[in-house]
């Protein structure tokens, strides 16, 4: 919204000109990312960093019910212009930066019109500089189907990606809207990314309406059909101003951050999480913040079941070696000084901590040895998910107990129902 009057200058700037920088600015229309000043990369220290963001695009073109992105960002994606996303990492170049990039995209794919032109430049850049960076970002899973865009982010060194598959039900898929994801076979795809040289970490969620019992299992054989080591599990959380929300708020579903239900109304909710712990807790131990549709303690225990089966120890160093063999790297980027050195840093941590570790020190060191004869690239990528278990090991060993109180709270203690089956009809009190 531009100050009345001055239709060239916004009204934040002329806030901040007055002296006066706070209050609640509002706009008719979402930021125009062609005119984002670039980053102050200057001010990092990059021996604190794993990677550095850089952003290309906002928003994401599909409508899924539970999503917020759509919602903040808008199902219109914005997007830089070629030049100006090279001038950012022209500028991290320049500072001596090197190693991995993230695209910190909602959907990096979202406008593919206009990513394919940016690849090639970025390719032809990177080319020129002796590809000086590798690349992470986040996509939908319609990426596996084009040719001419795998193989665009194969020639820039795009290692990464993350994918919001979300359920491997094409049933549940089809109800929450995420319609992208059931189009061809899950397994299918993954592996199709594999070929382009490409990991996919993966994104997985416990608690839709019509889910079926025995879920865990399915979304376990998912798991380690496609490969995926970088599995995240969590609880659906009804965000603010989604679709899913208004529906559950009609329905009388919604819990507030203490556990009881929301009244219903036509005032928007707010409220960010929710969950034994109350507000602030993320999707793990936290999560369902509304009246499920199956028990509530059936789906805490399936979570749990999935938690401890794909992160045990063997079956995840065995899934990462496994996704190893299947992939096939084309790696550009080729590591500095100060990238190997800070990798050789790595790699014995991870070594010390394997060994130290009787779960993992067996499997740990045979798999490694073999994971040698795939060469350099794949040992690499084995040893950086290695790397990666010693978090999720103690995030593992964190969440179990947590998700014990959960249960034993919804079966015990809780004001709310334990299903939607158990809810009293609208307008009688729940106690």
């Not at 598959?165 to 319609?179: C, F, G, N, S, V």
Request: with cysteine.
């Amino acid at each position: 919204m531009l100050g009345e009057g001055e239709l060239s200058i916004p009204i934040w700037l002329e806030s901040w000109r007055n002296g006066q920088p706070r209050g609640l600015f509002q706009s008719a229309t979402r930021p125009d990312v062609t005119v984002t000043p670039p980053p102050r990369f200057d001010l990092l220290d990059f021996n604190d960093y794993i990677h550095v963001g850089v952003q290309f695009s906002r928003g994401c073109p599909f409508n899924c019910e539970f999503c917020d992105i759509i919602e903040l960002y808008g199902r219109v994606p914005r997007v830089k212009t070629a030049a100006q996303f090279i001038n950012e990492l022209q500028h991290l170049y320049e500072l001596g930066y090197r190693g991995w990039i993230d695209v910190v995209d909602d959907n990096f794919i979202g406008n593919r019109k206009l990513v394919k032109p940016m690849l090639k430049e970025l390719a032809e850049w990177s080319r020129a500089r002796k590809y000086p960076f590798f690349f992470s970002t986040e996509a939908t899973m319609n990426l596996a189907d084009d040719d001419e865009l795998l193989a665009a982010m194969q020639d820039a060194d795009f290692r990464y990606v993350f994918m919001g598959i979300e359920t491997p039900d094409p049933d549940l898929l089809a109800l929450t809207q995420k319609r992208v994801n059931a189009m061809k076979p899950i397994v299918d795809r993954v592996q199709r990314i594999y070929d382009a040289g490409m990991t996919v970490a993966a994104g997985f969620i416990f608690g839709f309406d019509e889910e079926p019992n025995g879920n865990d299992k399915a979304m376990i054989s998912c798991i380690e059909d496609t490969g995926i080591v970088i599995a995240m599990v969590g609880l659906l959380v009804a965000l603010p101003n989604t679709q899913l929300t208004a529906r559950l708020q009609r329905e009388g579903r919604l819990l507030s951050p203490d556990l009881q239900l929301v009244p219903q109304g036509d005032e928007p909710y707010r409220i960010m999480n929710t969950g034994k712990f109350g507000e602030g807790e993320d999707n793990q131990a936290a999560g369902l913040n509304f009246v499920t549709s199956r028990d509530r303690v059936t789906i805490y225990e399936e979570y749990k079941n999935v938690i401890d089966q794909v992160y045990a120890p063997n079956h995840y160093l065995y899934r990462a070696f496994r996704t190893a063999r299947r992939l096939r790297p084309r790696y550009r980027h080729q590591p500095g000084w100060w990238e190997w050195k800070r990798n050789l840093r790595g790699l014995f941590s991870t070594m010390v901590w394997m060994t130290r570790n009787r779960e993992t020190r067996f499997t740990y060191w045979s798999l490694s040895w073999k994971s040698i004869w795939l060469g350099l690239d794949r040992f690499d990528y084995f040893q950086r998910m290695a790397s990666l278990y010693m978090h999720f090991h103690n995030q593992t060993q964190f969440l179990k107990p947590q998700l014990d109180i959960n249960i034993d709270f919804a079966r015990h203690h809780a004001a709310y129902p334990r299903s939607v089956a158990d809810m009293q009809p609208q307008g009688t009190a729940i106690s």
